[in-house]
């Protein structure tokens, strides 16, 4: 059981180039997540997804997209790489028969460092 | 009203020693705080959790004190090993149930 896998470790964009951070988990789970973590940030929600077919703006969606064609696979794509799109990003997901039943208990991947020059 | 601001940013604590972390959140709607733990190079995972009708939980060495009234919470880490070093965030759960993140805290633990 791998959990959630995320694909790149690491990644060196120029400014406006395009990317697309895989993510993938193999436990069934419906609703799946992409953030971001910037020192002394926290973690802020990108984008989310509550099924295949799914998915919906969190806090900070500017410059991102995704799609959700399975239920194991929720791409992020980022069109104009910026410097401000420098973070690490982290997918996760979560199985919930709906909103208010278990939508906290997250299981993350490890991570996808960006760096954009 | 959407922010939960977590104290401190870094702590650095003896090995047996409480580790005392803070958070306080503004917003009332929020019902349902976790902690999670992250080591580096790793993802962030849920540690304990507490829902605002009871006032602390116990898993362990974990502790979570809730103080509604107060709008704050902490976690207690007794013992603490140098094994639990790593960063902590609070969260809380908003009413369109996603969750909002503390800045977190750099936990190190000295043998």
């Known amino acids: 059981n791998a959990g959630v896998t995320q694909t790149p470790k690491f990644r060196i964009l120029k400014i406006g180039q395009s990317m697309t951070l895989q993510c993938t988990q193999d436990?069934?789970?419906?609703?799946m997540y992409w953030y971001r973590q910037d020192p002394g940030m926290g973690l802020k929600l990108i984008y989310y997804s509550v099924g295949a077919g799914i998915t919906d703006k969190g806090e900070v969606p500017n410059g991102y997209n995704v799609s959700r064609s399975t239920t194991e696979d929720f791409p992020l794509r980022l069109e104009l790489a910026a410097p401000s799109q420098t973070s690490v990003y982290f997918c996760a997901s979560n199985f919930s028969r709906g909103p208010r039943s278990g939508a906290n208990v997250l299981t993350f991947g490890a991570g996808s460092r960006l760096t954009v020059l | 009203q959407q922010q939960v601001k977590q104290s401190p940013q870094s702590l650095i604590v003896q090995k047996g020693g409480i580790s005392i972390i803070n958070c306080a959140y503004e917003?009332?709607?929020?019902?349902?705080f976790p902690w999670y733990q992250q080591f580096p190079g790793k993802g962030p995972a849920l540690l304990i959790a507490i829902r605002p009708d009871v006032s602390e939980k116990k898993e362990g060495r974990f502790t979570i004190s809730f103080n509604k009234s107060a709008k704050q919470f902490s976690l207690h880490i007794m013992d603490s090993q140098p094994g639990d070093s790593a960063t902590y965030f609070c969260a809380a759960l908003n009413s369109n149930y996603q969750l909002i993140w503390g800045a977190g805290t750099k936990l190190i633990i000295k043998p």
């Open positions: 436990m069934n789970h419906n609703y």
């Open positions: 917003n009332t709607a929020f019902d349902y």
